[in-house]
């Protein structure tokens, strides 16, 4: 075979076996549902939970990486503190095994009849669940097939002389073999590919266990990059999520290095006992590895949590998604009781609304990109318990409540609309500010200071309609209406001011539309704290 037709093969059944791997994850996440995410959310309450959640999620997803991504999303976003997260990711580590036994099964020839078969699903059934069910059998099948590709290109390297002599220089020193693991898997971001490699590898013999053993263990280091490239940007907690992947890998490394020996003496004892195939001899490394690094750290949890605190110091800025006064037990209870969690709840969502605000000021002031990210976060976390508490008091609502009760429960269904609403005002202005930095657009110095002078009066408008709530404050609350007043004439007077200043050559159009847009936002945001205010007003 010449070297172009050894390349095309290897690369392309390396393309092929990714695509596999992506499309057959993409089609069980579809098979199960979108609740993958839910999963993680509602199965993670405690840290064996979590690994027990990490391993399920894993084996659906078909990458270890993207169990650990989003996870990360999930502290990041304040569904997940550090320990449960780090449970998770452990299951992860486990999860990922399932492809290598997968590989191990050693079904190539079958592979076009499994593809054809998940292409007649997709092509000539309408209905979405068959269709996704033929995703899977074509991943599944164009697996087979990409590494069966990947294969062939690869049988002459056993004769090339220059790869003998790094396979034994593997064996003699086998930081090397981690390090080519760690490499490889890092270039082609998915460690279930680099495994799948080593595998054919073996099979052909062109490695031995002792070369090959290493590199497994490189290839579990590699995997955690992807973790630590998602975390760039992200909370402290998400950091430290993701520093936890990579150190708990590397101490499983350490360990195992360490007795390398006894372990590769254990793998051979176990392919000869059981008779394994050489890819499945991997797949038994690769999960004994996995879960005896999981059963060893699993006891560490807190002080891996500690490690990397101290490694990533800083406040944690992760914003709490979760609702935190919402308990089922209250509405079987008392719903009255139930009433009241559920005025905490929309008081925590009004605050939330309150420091996105302050986030979406501070990004239209200074540009500066945190401002900006918090911003999303806290949209997301205002969507998220809009839901929430709308569900809790529907569920209120389906028992009898006092006539003050049922007022208080449309007073608080009405400004969850409100609040939901302003979140999409804050978002719709950071996009405006977006828009702003990357077409460059300025804003004169008069206009400047009238935008933060409506902003600010805006910011003190909901506060005070959010004090008016919880206090059953009407005084405030009319007070609401004044400031709101304020706000409609300064947005006509500073559409004027726009004008003039677009007639003076002081302004440009694309900066205008910019400015006209955010001040329509703001008083908007003013008429929702106005329904705020007027549910307080209508209580009385």
Not at 52 to 81: H, Y
Not at 324 to 332: M, T, Y
Request: charged fraction near 20%; proline fraction near 2%.
């Amino acid at each position: 075979m010449d070297v172009q037709t050894l390349f095309f093969m290897f690369f392309g059944g390396l393309g092929i076996f990714l695509f596999g791997i992506k499309y057959l994850g993409d089609g069980l996440q579809k098979v199960a549902g979108d609740g993958l995410r839910d999963l993680l959310d509602r199965f993670t309450t405690n840290p064996l939970m979590g690994v027990l959640s990490g391993i399920v999620v894993t084996i659906l997803l078909q990458t270890s990486t993207g169990t650990t991504v989003l996870t990360i999303g999930l502290v990041n976003a304040g569904f997940m503190n550090l320990k449960q997260a780090i449970g998770v990711i452990l299951g992860a580590n486990i999860g990922t095994t399932a492809t290598a036994f997968i590989i191990g099964i050693k079904i190539s020839k079958y592979a076009l009849p499994i593809i054809a078969v998940g292409t007649f699903l997709i092509f000539f059934f309408k209905n979405k669940k068959i269709n996704n069910w033929g995703q899977v059998l074509f991943g599944f099948g164009a697996l087979f097939y990409g590494l069966d590709v990947m294969g062939t290109g690869l049988k002459p390297i056993r004769e090339v002389q220059a790869f003998t002599d790094l396979t034994v220089s593997m064996s003699d020193n086998p930081i090397l073999g981690v390090v080519i693991g760690t490499i490889f898997t890092v270039a082609v971001q998915s460690s279930s590919a680099a495994i799948g490699l080593l595998q054919t590898l073996f099979a052909q013999g062109a490695m031995t266990l002792d070369a090959a053993l290493p590199v497994l263990f490189g290839d579990n280091i590699g995997t955690t990059i992807t973790a630590v490239i998602a975390a760039i940007g992200a909370s402290v907690a998400a950091k430290r999520a993701a520093a936890t992947h990579v150190i708990f890998n590397l101490i499983g490394t350490i360990i195992v290095l360490i007795l390398l020996r006894p372990f590769t003496y254990l793998i051979e004892m176990l392919s000869g006992t059981l008779k394994l195939n050489p890819e499945m001899t991997i797949a038994f490394a690769h999960g004994i590895f996995n879960v005896s690094n999981t059963i060893l750290q699993f006891p560490f949890i807190a002080v891996l949590a500690l490690i990397v605190t101290k490694l990533i110091p800083g406040e944690d800025s992760a914003i709490e998604y979760k609702a935190v006064h919402l308990n089922e037990e209250f509405i079987r209870q008392s719903p009255s009781i139930a009433l009241g969690q559920g005025k905490k709840e929309v008081l925590r969502m009004a605050e939330l609304v309150e420091k996105g605000l302050e986030e979406t000021s501070l990004y239209l002031k200074t540009h500066k990109k945190k401002h900006g990210e918090m911003i999303p976060q806290f949209e997301d976390a205002i969507n998220n318990l809009d839901r929430k508490i709308t569900d809790y008091l529907v569920q209120v609502s389906s028992h009898s409540l006092s006539g003050s009760d049922s007022k208080l429960h449309t007073a608080l269904m009405n400004t969850i609309r409100d609040l939901e609403r302003i979140g999409d005002h804050m978002e719709n202005i950071m996009e405006l500010v977006d828009q702003k930095i990357s077409m460059k657009v300025e804003f004169s110095e008069s206009a400047n200071a009238d935008l933060d002078e409506m902003f600010d009066l805006t910011i003190a408008t909901i506060r005070q309609a959010i004090h008016a709530l919880n206090t059953d404050n009407v005084d405030e609350a009319k007070a609401v209406l004044e400031k709101e007043i304020r706000i409609d004439r300064m947005e006509r007077e500073l559409r004027k001011k726009h004008i003039t200043r677009l007639n003076q050559g002081e302004c440009t159009g694309t900066a205008g539309i910019v400015y006209v847009d955010i001040i329509s936002n703001l008083e908007r945001i003013g008429d929702h704290a106005v329904n705020i205010a007027d549910e307080v007003i209508g209580e009385e």
